[in-house]
């Protein structure tokens, strides 16, 4: 805290944006206790929110943000995936125990005999295991439409992450595979709740690709940033069939972080992760709550910022790089409409377009996902305009480096 309080010395707005996210998430995250006496003190909506904010305090700011029909079931949906990710994660289990945990979870989520002990890598995540019963019976208090949602989704998750516990992400299709059972799904899952509750059109349930996009770029996003913390609990999500062509070996990075060959990887992979935008950007304009719309935009523009942290940055290499906690606030606290976002896509794309390096082999790509994504944003329309328009902002940048 004290580091950010020094980093906002010279962003002032932003210091003046994490007091009030301070001050505003006063009431609610008033349990200081841990959640093993929480549990026992507290109703299990209360102790349901509590969790939420244990697991994920910025989230639980972000789900404030709901219209109220929608608190509830997108809290159990995230607390039912975190729990069901919990499994996944714990190396105890070996494969024969954890698959079939997987991939029947999802048949559990409304039952309140069901729980786990000492499963899970911290105390909050075991105690969502431990005192899972509450979240069962706070979602059976669910309307059943919502309960459908979020169990479809749960059982083609937990399916997805038991075909990939036997398997590496090697291919760019498994790749985006995988991002598409962890993280597409939510999406989809979030675009069936919206359209239940009334609060967007039930069309947005046909919007599959969009929807998938919206995880895949949050994750993707994630994936590139955890890339020092996978390496050193042993795991890696990066696919073979990018990071091979840039070293022998996953830990090559981290000894060479500043090498050609490690920047050139890195940048691929956000190279990679820049194709979901246009798809995010369409899915955010059809949003007409605004709301839901807050609810949907915050994450996407802190990856945005995130991605932008990272791309061409050695420090990925020894360490996780995450962005200011006065910037996180001040993008939480005014992003409130498209032309928010339009203003915070532009300014974190161009910070992408200083940072690239005119050497890096996919400079050309990148120039161009730029500027296609520059286009969209300019556009009212959610068509990208057919020819290579040579984008006036690119212009002057291409203009400048060529003189
Ligand atoms: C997520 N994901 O917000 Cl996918 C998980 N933070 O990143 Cl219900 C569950 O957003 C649900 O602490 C919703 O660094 C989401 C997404 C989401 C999606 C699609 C549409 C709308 C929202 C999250 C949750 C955490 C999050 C916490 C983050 C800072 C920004 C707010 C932090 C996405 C997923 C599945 C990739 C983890």
Not at 64 to 93: N, S
Not at 347 to 353: G, K, L, N, P, Y
Request: charged residues 25%; aromatic residues 12%.
């Amino acid at each position: 805290m004290l580091k950010d309080i020094y980093a906002s010395v010279i962003h002032p707005r932003e210091l003046v944006a994490m007091l009030k996210v301070k001050l505003s998430s006063k009431e609610q995250n008033r349990h200081h206790e841990p959640l093993s006496k929480l549990a026992l003190q507290l109703s299990d909506k209360a102790f349901c929110y509590a969790s939420l904010n244990k697991v994920s305090r910025s989230f639980a700011l972000v789900i404030q943000q709901l219209p109220d029909k929608l608190k509830d079931p997108v809290c159990l949906f995230y607390l039912i995936l975190r729990a069901l990710d919990t499994l996944e994660d714990d190396m105890k289990f070996d494969t024969e125990e954890k698959l079939p945990l997987l991939r029947n979870f999802y048949q559990y989520i409304g039952d309140e005999k069901w729980y786990m002990k000492d499963v899970g890598d911290t105390h909050d995540y075991r105690m969502l295991l431990t005192h899972y019963p509450k979240i069962a019976r706070v979602f059976q208090t669910l309307d059943p439409a919502y309960q459908d949602v979020i169990s479809d989704i749960t059982k083609k998750m937990g399916n997805g992450m038991a075909d990939f516990s036997v398997k590496k992400v090697c291919t760019l299709e498994e790749y985006d595979q995988y991002c598409h059972y962890v993280a597409g799904l939510v999406g989809m899952g979030l675009s069936d709740l919206f359209a239940v509750s009334g609060y967007e059109n039930d069309a947005l349930r046909e919007e599959l690709r969009i929807s998938n996009s919206m995880g895949l770029f949050l994750q993707k996003t994630n994936i590139i940033r955890d890339y020092h913390e996978d390496l050193f609990l042993g795991r890696s999500f990066w696919p073979a069939e990018i990071w091979t062509q840039y070293a022998s070996h996953f830990d090559r990075f981290a000894n060479a972080p500043e090498s050609p060959d490690s920047l050139a990887c890195l940048n691929h992979l956000v190279l990679d992760t820049l194709r979901h935008i246009p798809d995010c950007i369409n899915y955010m304009r059809k949003l007409t709550n605004k709301q839901v719309f807050r609810f949907c935009a915050i994450p996407q523009v802190m990856a945005m910022a995130t991605l932008a942290e990272v791309y061409n940055n050695p420090k990925v290499f020894k360490g996780i790089v995450k962005i200011r906690k006065g910037l996180a606030s001040k993008l939480m606290l005014y992003t409130n409409d498209m032309n928010a976002v339009i203003k915070s896509f532009k300014r974190f794309m161009s910070i992408m377009i200083e940072k690239t390096n005119p050497n890096d082999p996919h400079f050309t790509q990148l120039q161009y996902q730029f500027n296609q994504i520059f286009q969209l944003l300019d556009s009212n329309s959610a068509v990208i305009t057919p020819e290579f328009k040579i984008h006036k902002h690119y212009e002057n940048t291409l203009m400048a480096e060529l003189k």
